[in-house]
């Protein structure tokens, strides 16, 4: 399943893409998951979802999705946009975001209602991230998802048509009722928690669980007669039954989507992704063969001379660190030491290329600013001092050689260390220091070349 880079623009080039368009639909929707303060665009599988922000001149604003639609005849094509992009950023983000109503205008307005919201508070100015969030190109996978988003906007609102859409997440999955239900029985034992203390008290009860997920609660709410089973909302032992088993629909639906369809979450992303996979083509396959099953290759020579942008998420490249040119330092046990030098060789960055568990590692002990035929001048500093605090506060340095997806290392985390200013101030102050030892170095040659006084 394809997760590629997606960009997200932030700031003011949001507001210049909102303008640079007539004809715009946008839904008002109800959310569980943080929402950005401030508008943010998503580009996703080849269109530009603009989340709208939860504040606006300083003042509360509806959390809202926009996409470009051109008139009437377009409306479905790009709702049903929104409602594909709504269902997979809901299991990614471990909430739901659920579409509350849509309007079109020809400029980017606003939804809102009481039925549009945030639960979960907002993220910070550009904290919102879905960066690999997977591309969902199979129709049965974009079904299961959609019935996920509706059982999780659905659960504690309504257990009842919760539980029949966490049920047809699986339903959705089988032609007949066998196959649906060996399935539920082959996976009830790997519940856990309170999903799998439910599964004991109703096998304790000498109840077939399958069987009584299908009965008691797919056919008891999805149907009514006067002689069959079903939920009946003025009983509260209904409601309490439902209620029970609900955690153990939920959590079966949640397995079939995890475990057979195969799409991951921001967490299961997280820890599987290979960041390592866009340089593939770098090397030979020989190579990363032996890179990733531990080993020392005899020659990492093909990354030597490379140019890489070091940047950090989401803002791009740093000035003066757009062309570092790459060496291959060192290489051990699957892990190829990199370091980048700038084209006048008066900023040094290392990093680790860690094969055998697809990760990078920045190595902020042994970067740093070098004098040699060219000193370090105030763009160096500031180049380096923004990189430099910009990881020591946690930020995600991106690494980008020609045409490929941008790597992205893993988040620094200081030992017995903290920033007593924001990243921002120690950029600034250190800049500022470098100009008073300017001054100070100018002085100290100015007295030197200065000649001596005559007593005469």
Not at 56 to 65: E, Q, T, Y
Not at 125 to 137: D, G, L, R, T, W
Not at 426 to 450: C, D, G, P, Y
Request: charged residues 25%.
């Amino acid at each position: 399943m394809k997760s590629p880079y997606i960009r997200h623009t932030f700031g003011d080039a949001v507001a210049t893409k909102l303008r640079s368009s007539r004809g715009w639909l946008t839904a008002g929707v109800a959310s569980s998951i943080p929402w950005p303060s401030f508008d943010v665009c998503i580009e996703y599988a080849g269109d530009e979802y603009f989340l709208r922000g939860s504040e606006l001149d300083g003042k509360a604003s509806p959390p809202c999705i926009t996409i470009a639609c051109n008139g009437d005849k377009d409306i479905d094509a790009a709702i049903g946009k929104v409602y594909r992009f709504t269902s997979i950023l809901s299991w990614f983000a471990g909430g739901y975001v659920d579409v509350s109503g849509y309007l079109w205008s020809s400029h980017p307005v606003l939804y809102g209602g009481r039925t549009v919201f945030s639960s979960m508070g907002i993220a910070g100015s550009k904290s919102f991230n879905c960066n690999h969030m997977p591309v969902i190109e199979d129709e049965n996978v974009r079904k299961a998802l959609a019935f996920w988003r509706e059982g999780k906007r659905l659960d504690e609102i309504h257990d009842s048509y919760a539980f029949l859409s966490f049920y047809k997440v699986i339903e959705s999955q089988f032609r007949d009722g066998r196959g649906r239900g060996k399935w539920i029985t082959d996976h009830i034992d790997q519940l856990t928690d309170r999903a799998g203390e439910r599964v004991a008290e109703l096998r304790a009860a000498g109840v077939d669980v399958s069987e009584h997920l299908f009965d008691s609660g797919r056919c008891a709410v999805a149907h009514a007669s006067l002689d069959g089973e079903i939920v009946d909302p003025d009983i509260p032992a209904d409601r309490k039954r439902l209620s029970a088993d609900l955690v153990v629909i939920e959590e079966l639906a949640r397995i079939y989507i995890r475990d057979e369809l195969k799409v991951p979450d921001s967490r299961s992303q997280y820890r599987t992704r290979d960041r390592l996979v866009p340089w593939d083509e770098l090397l030979s396959e020989d190579t990363l063969t032996t890179l990733r099953s531990g080993g020392t290759p005899e020659d990492v020579s093909a990354l030597n001379g490379l140019i890489v942008a070091i940047g950090i998420w989401p803002d791009g490249p740093i000035l003066g660190l757009a062309r570092m040119t790459m060496h291959a330092d060192a290489v051990e046990n699957g892990v190829v030491r990199i370091v980048l030098l700038n084209e006048r060789r008066t900023v040094l960055l290392v990093f680790w290329l860690d094969y055998r568990s697809g990760r990078i590692h920045t190595n902020l002990e042994d970067g740093g600013l070098l004098y040699g035929e060219d000193k370090p001048d105030e763009n160096d500093v500031r180049a380096y001092a923004t990189f430099f605090f910009r990881v020591f506060g946690n930020g995600i340095a991106e690494l980008t050689c020609g045409d490929f997806e941008p790597i992205d290392c893993e988040v620094v985390i200081p030992l017995n260390m903290m920033m007593t200013m924001s990243a921002e101030e120690a950029i600034e102050a250190r800049v500022e220091q470098f100009r008073k030892e300017q001054i100070q170095v100018e002085s100290a040659e100015s007295a030197v070349l200065e000649p001596p006084k005559s007593d005469n």
